[in-house]
C-alpha cells in the first residue's frame, strides 16, 4: 500500500507540471476516474507479449505499477500533463511530457472497465 500512497503522490505532482504546459493529445474529461482505476490495479501482473509487456533496465516489468513508475520517471523536469478518461466502460489515460523543443513522450493506457475495476486482459499500452 505505501508503493500505491506514493505512485499516487508522483501522479499528482506530475500532473502540475511546471513551465508552459503540453497540448492535449485529446479532450478527456474525468480525469481522476480513468487514473484512480488505474492506480487501484497497479499490482496487476502483466502478461507476457503483450503491448504493456517490455524490460526496465534489464528486467522484466512485472505489474502495472513497474510500468507506470517507470514512465513517471520521466517526469522529473519539464512540462507534464495527465489526461484521461471514462466512457461506457472504456477509459484511457495519456501522459504527456515536454522537456524542451525536440523531447516530447506520450504514453497512454487503454483498458475496460467492469464493477469499478480495470479488465486485466484488456489493457494497453502506446507510446515511447
Do not use: W
Amino acid at each position: 500500500m505505501k508503493s500505491l500512497a506514493l505512485l499516487a503522490v508522483v501522479l499528482l505532482q506530475a500532473a502540475g507540471g511546471n513551465g508552459t504546459p503540453p497540448r492535449a493529445p485529446a479532450p478527456l474529461s474525468d480525469t481522476g476516474t480513468a487514473v484512480g482505476v488505474l492506480l487501484a490495479a497497479s499490482a496487476t501482473p502483466i502478461a507476457r507479449g503483450s503491448s504493456c509487456d517490455a524490460e526496465i533496465r534489464g528486467k522484466p516489468r512485472r505489474t502495472l505499477g513497474d510500468v507506470m513508475a517507470d514512465k513517471l520517471a520521466g517526469f522529473a523536469e519539464g512540462s507534464n500533463q495527465i489526461a484521461g478518461g471514462c466512457a461506457g466502460g472504456q477509459c484511457r489515460v495519456v501522459l504527456t511530457h515536454r522537456g524542451g523543443e525536440e523531447d516530447l513522450f506520450q504514453y497512454e493506457y487503454r483498458f475496460r472497465v467492469a464493477r469499478g475495476r480495470l479488465v486485466p486482459a484488456s489493457l494497453s499500452c502506446f507510446g515511447s
